[in-house]
């Protein structure tokens, strides 16, 4: 049979330009995803040498897609702990935390990260979900003394084991003094630039949030290239979130692994849901009644025996001896676990780990086993 050729993307004005389009495109990437109505670039050269690049050296991704959603004003602080059950009251200025975001129902509308400047300015950086118009309409139905926008801001991810030296070399020793998950601005070109230590693998890196207002031939790609020269002797590579490295790495991907019928808890989140809160926050109740529900399920990683899995799009049917007991979501080939690395949401009891489970592949009936943690 043959193969259809992969289809392409006609590129229009809605599918918005970063300031680092241009540099991305010369680059070579070779495949883009849809994330926020922007390109997400997913590969370079193929998913498993991109993905071997990335634990050995350094990547620059446009990650402009994680768009910030800036909550500004005297009531900033009540109005993003009205969004989140996640307790709020400790977190520190120039922090990020990871924040689930729920709807009347507990079910989750997005998991961004959250990065506080002042108890009157945050910013939520979000997964692919229209997560502005939730905040804005909260802030006018609750009248609240804030201002809810999209500020033009583009984050670049700097990922791998390499990353350190490079933007060391940009940015000055400070930059390596700096704990996972916090936020600080640096100097380029005599330009302030708020960077975390964070990204979208566990490979170690950092997160430059270039504000750009023009969009071509700007700081963006003077950044970019100070990059990729500092990189050179690493072996510097444009890329993107890399498929294999996220499961095998357990990073939930917001509308794959989970969509607005998940609660936080089915999503392995329950340790960023905070009971002594959920009076204040929108879908606390409905959280602590799903909390005591009978039926309960939760996302595990999962391995699936046999050779390369087809790629997943609709989630794969999970069963015990012919009774359903989940799906997978994600699943993709790892030549480093040597076995096929999945996520799956599993019913209880069967999300075990050691248990062993059929997946209704494409291509025919697996073998698979529930972990007991991710792979990296
Ligand atoms: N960085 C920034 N914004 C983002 C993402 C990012 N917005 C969209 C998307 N990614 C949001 N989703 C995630 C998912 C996982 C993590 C961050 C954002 C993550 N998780 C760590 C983990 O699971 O090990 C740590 C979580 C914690 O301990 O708080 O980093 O990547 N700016």
């Known amino acids: 049979m043959n193969k259809a050729p992969a289809p392409l993307l006609s590129i229009t004005r809605r599918l918005r330009s970063t300031p680092f389009s241009r540099k991305v495109a010369e680059a070579g990437i ?5 994330y926020n109505r922007m390109l997400l670039p997913t590969v370079l050269k193929d998913v498993v040498s991109d993905c071997q690049h990335l634990k050995k050296n350094v990547q620059l991704w446009d990650v402009s897609c994680e768009r910030q959603i800036a909550i500004e004003g005297k009531e900033a602080a009540t109005l993003v702990q009205k969004i989140t059950p996640r307790n709020l009251s400790n977190q520190r200025t120039d922090r990020c935390m990871y924040i689930p975001i729920v709807d009347d129902t507990g079910g989750m509308l997005n998991d961004p990260v959250c990065i ?61 003094k700096m704990p996972f998950f916090s936020a600080k601005f640096f100097k380029f070109k005599n330009e302030s ?84 809160i959920f009076a204040e926050c929108i879908g606390g109740t409905a959280l602590k009644k799903r909390r005591e529900d009978k039926f309960q399920q939760q996302i595990k990683s999962l391995s699936i025996d046999g050779g390369a899995v087809p790629a997943c799009r609709d989630p794969w049917v999970i069963t015990k001896e012919d009774k359903v007991v989940g799906q997978v979501s994600s699943a993709i080939w790892s030549p480093d676990f040597n076995t096929n690395v999945a996520l799956a949401m599993i019913h209880q009891p069967y999300w075990q780990a050691g248990t062993t489970l059929t997946v209704h592949c494409p291509d025919g009936e697996r073998q698979s086993t529930v972990c007991e943690k991710s792979f990296n």
């Not at 070779?30 to 849809?34: E, G, M, S």
């Not at 905040?135 to 609750?142: E, P, T």
């Open 193 to 276: 630039f708020l960077i975390s230590r964070s990204g979208y693998s566990k490979q170690g890196g950092f997160e430059i949030y270039v504000q750009s207002d023009k969009k071509e031939g700007n700081i963006g790609e003077q950044l970019w290239d100070a990059l990729m020269e500092a990189g050179k002797k690493f072996d510097i590579r444009a890329g993107g979130p890399n498929y294999i490295e996220r499961v095998e790495s357990g990073l939930l991907s917001y509308g794959n692994d989970m969509t607005s019928d998940n609660t936080p808890d089915e999503c392995g989140l329950q340790h960023f849901c905070d009971e002594t």
């Open 116 to 176: 506080k400047f002042s108890d009157t300015h945050y910013w939520i950086s979000i997964a692919d979900s229209d997560l502005l118009f939730w905040i804005k309409g909260i802030a006018v139905a609750l009248k609240l003394d804030v201002k809810v926008y999209e500020p033009p801001i583009y984050p670049l991810a700097v990922q791998g084991p390499k990353s350190f030296a490079v933007m060391e070399n940009i940015f000055g020793s400070e930059i390596n």
């Open 30 to 34: 070779q495949a883009y995803t849809v």
